[in-house]
C-alpha cells in the first residue's frame, strides 16, 4: 500500500534530448508528489512537485505529468545536459503519516 | 540561510562503541526528519519529530535513539551497532508536516561499522 513504483532502473540519453521516468501508485492517501534529485556525495534536492489536482507543472526545462485516474506520474527533462546526470527519486507523501515514501531511484546519465 | 548541516561527514565505529550524529539548521523548521540510505537504495526513513515531539518511528531497533534538544538540533545517538547498519544518514528539515512544505536534506554522515 505504501509502495511506489519507479522506472527506469536507469537511463542514457544523449545532450538535448528527452529523459523521461515513470512512477505509479496503490495508495489513494497519497496527496503530494515530488520529484528529488541526488548527486554522488550529496543529500537529495528538491527539483520539482505536484499536487494531485494539477495535471502537469512545468519549471524550466523541468515538467511533471500526473494521471489521477491512473495513478502514475512522470518527470521529463525536455533538452537534457551533462550536468543533470545524477539519480532522480520520485516521491509521495501520506496525507495521514505526513511522510514521504520515495520510489526506488533511475540512474540519469546524459552523454555529451 | 537554507541549509541543513550534519556532522560528522564520516563515522568509523565498532560495534560496542557509542557514538551520535548530529544535524542543525537555523530556518525555523518545526520538523526534523532522519533517513537512512544504502547504497543505490532510496532514502528510507526512521524517525520525523514534529515540533521537538517524536511524531513517527518506523519501528526502527532500539540501538538508534534520537533526540531533540530543541527546534534547530537533532541527534542520533547510536550504540551497539551491526555491520548491517553501514549507510548514509540522512537529516532533512521542513516547515511544518501538515502542509505542502519542501523537505530540506542535508549531505549526511557517512556511518561504517566494524
Known amino acids: 500500500q505504501q509502495q511506489v513504483k519507479q522506472s527506469p532502473q536507469s537511463l542514457i540519453v544523449q545532450k538535448g534530448g528527452i529523459s523521461i521516468i515513470n512512477c505509479a501508485y496503490e495508495n489513494t492517501a497519497f496527496d503530494y508528489f515530488p520529484w528529488y534529485q541526488q548527486f554522488p556525495g550529496k543529500g537529495p534536492a528538491l527539483l520539482i512537485a505536484?499536487?494531485?489536482?494539477?495535471s502537469e507543472k512545468k519549471e524550466g526545462r523541468f515538467t511533471i505529468s500526473f494521471n489521477k485516474s491512473a495513478k502514475q506520474f512522470s518527470l521529463h527533462i525536455m533538452d537534457s545536459q551533462p550536468g543533470d546526470s545524477a539519480t532522480y527519486f520520485c516521491?509521495?507523501?501520506?496525507?495521514?503519516?505526513?511522510?514521504?515514501?520515495f520510489g526506488s531511484g533511475t540512474r540519469l546519465q546524459v552523454q555529451p | 540561510d537554507t541549509e541543513v548541516t550534519q556532522t560528522p561527514k564520516h563515522l568509523v565505529m565498532g560495534m560496542t562503541n557509542k557514538k551520535s550524529l548530529k544535524c542543525e539548521q537555523h530556518m525555523g523548521h518545526r520538523a526534523m526528519y532522519w533517513y537512512k540510505q544504502k547504497a543505490k537504495k532510496p532514502p528510507e526513513l526512521m524517525f520525523v519529530y514534529s515540533y521537538e515531539k517524536l511524531s513517527i518511528n518506523e519501528s526502527v531497533p532500539s540501538r538508534f535513539s534520537p533526540e531533540c534538544p530543541n527546534s534547530s538540533l537533532l541527534n542520533l545517538h547510536l550504540h551497539a551497532l551491526q555491520p548491517e547498519d553501514s549507510a548514509l544518514y540522512l537529516c532533512a528539515s521542513s516547515l511544518g508536516t501538515s502542509g505542502y512544505y519542501e523537505q530540506f536534506f542535508g549531505p549526511g554522515t557517512r556511518l561504517t561499522v566494524l
Open positions: 516521491a509521495a507523501r501520506d496525507t495521514g503519516r505526513r511522510a514521504l515514501t
Open positions: 505536484i499536487r494531485p489536482d494539477v
